[in-house]
């Protein structure tokens, strides 16, 4: 099992480069989001509601690395999985909720007839276990 944490995208002329942060500070941010009943988007409808606001939709998505370029264009912020490097343009900075964790479960094939893996799935495998 896996597990990304979310943080809050911002563009990088906002002055929210904090060490974490509280998502009530993004009341009233529009709000870069996802299709409806995707993850992402369920996410962060329920931690905008535990920070007592319901969140404005300037724009939606079915992909993060959009949604990370559109924070920094300026369009507005969003929640996202914590990325591994930076965002030009944008600060991704961790919230404060512990809730704004998700496990992710990983499958991947069986050995092939030579019993081992794919040279593919054995890099994926190796760089999710990093």
Not at 26 to 43: C, D, K, M, N, Q
Not at 56 to 66: H, K, L, W
Not at 94 to 112: F, K, M, Q
């Amino acid at each position: 099992m896996l597990k990304f944490t979310a943080s809050w995208s911002t563009p990088l002329t906002s002055p929210a480069a904090l060490e974490s942060v509280d998502l009530a500070r993004a009341a009233g941010e529009p709000f870069i989001t996802f299709w409806p009943r995707a993850e992402l988007l369920l996410l962060t409808e329920q931690l905008c509601r535990q920070a007592g606001f319901t969140l404005s939709v300037a724009v939606r998505t079915g992909e993060v690395a959009t949604a990370r370029a559109l924070v920094a264009a300026g369009l507005g912020v969003a929640v996202v999985p914590q990325p591994m490097t930076g965002t030009p343009g944008a600060v991704h900075v961790p919230l404060d909720d512990p809730e704004a964790e998700r496990s992710i479960g990983v499958a991947w094939p069986t050995l092939n007839r030579e019993g081992q893996l794919s040279p593919a799935v054995e890099r994926f495998l190796a760089f999710l276990r990093e």
